[in-house]
């Protein structure tokens, strides 16, 4: 009876299997793409997806054999008839454990025999940065008319009051807090700005 040893050396020299193509694809074009980092996918000559990395479906981008942003259908189908490079933003869902949604700059080229490479980056992150600044910037802004408001009408009262020490003290006193005010919103700005420039682009 042959050894527990003999049965392990003669399973260990089977050669491993080897994953069979994506339908569609040349043989040895799926590993190029494979190594592609981020999101990608390629359609074929009906437009559907014949091969797709896992962040092309965890963006969203992707489900299944098709694209799930029509935005992304129509342009995969144009950039197949007339193989001129397009780029579109789109928003899609995601999965209900992830984010909501993603937005993703989606750039599609053509590639022979009719098919489409299409490349996306997710700039959710990046979106959301920017409409924090948008909001950040509209509220400061809004903010700074009370205190130069205020400052300009102290200062008139402080003039037409020069003859009442008391209530020109009264009125300084209120400016200072308000010129305080108006620092506080100014250091903010000069934050935000520092932040933007220290941050990678």
């Known amino acids: 009876m042959p050894s527990a040893s003999w049965f392990g050396a003669r399973v260990a020299r ?15 074009v799926e590993s190029v793409l494979a190594a592609l980092p981020g999101v990608v996918a390629v359609s074929g000559p009906d437009d559907r997806v014949l091969w797709s990395s896992e962040p092309a479906t965890a963006a969203g981008l992707v489900g299944g054999d098709r694209f799930l ?23 899609v869902p995601r999965g209900p454990l ?4 993603s937005h993703l700059r ?13 490349l996306a980056e997710d700039v959710s992150q ?20 009370t ?5 300009a009408l102290l200062a008139e009262a402080t003039q037409a009051a020069v003859d009442e020490p008391v209530e020109v003290t009264r009125f300084t006193a209120r400016m200072q ?6 620092t506080s ?11 933007q420039r220290a941050s990678p682009p």
């Open 177 to 182: 807090e308000e010129a305080k005010r108006l």
């Open 106 to 118: 989606v750039r599609i080229a053509s590639l022979p025999q009719s098919h489409c490479l299409v």
């Open 14 to 28: 089977l050669p491993d299997p080897q994953p069979a193509p994506a339908p569609g694809l040349p043989l040895g």
């Open 98 to 101: 992830r984010t909501p949604t």
């Open 185 to 195: 919103l100014v250091n903010d700005l000069i934050e935000l700005s520092r932040l």
């Open 69 to 91: 942003s029509a935005e992304v259908a129509a342009a995969v189908g144009q950039v197949r008839r007339d193989e001129v490079t397009r780029e579109v933003e789109v928003t």
């Open 147 to 151: 205190p130069v408001g205020a400052l």
């Open 126 to 145: 990046e979106q959301r940065l920017d409409a924090v600044r948008r909001d950040f910037v509209a509220n400061v802004s809004h903010e700074l008319k």
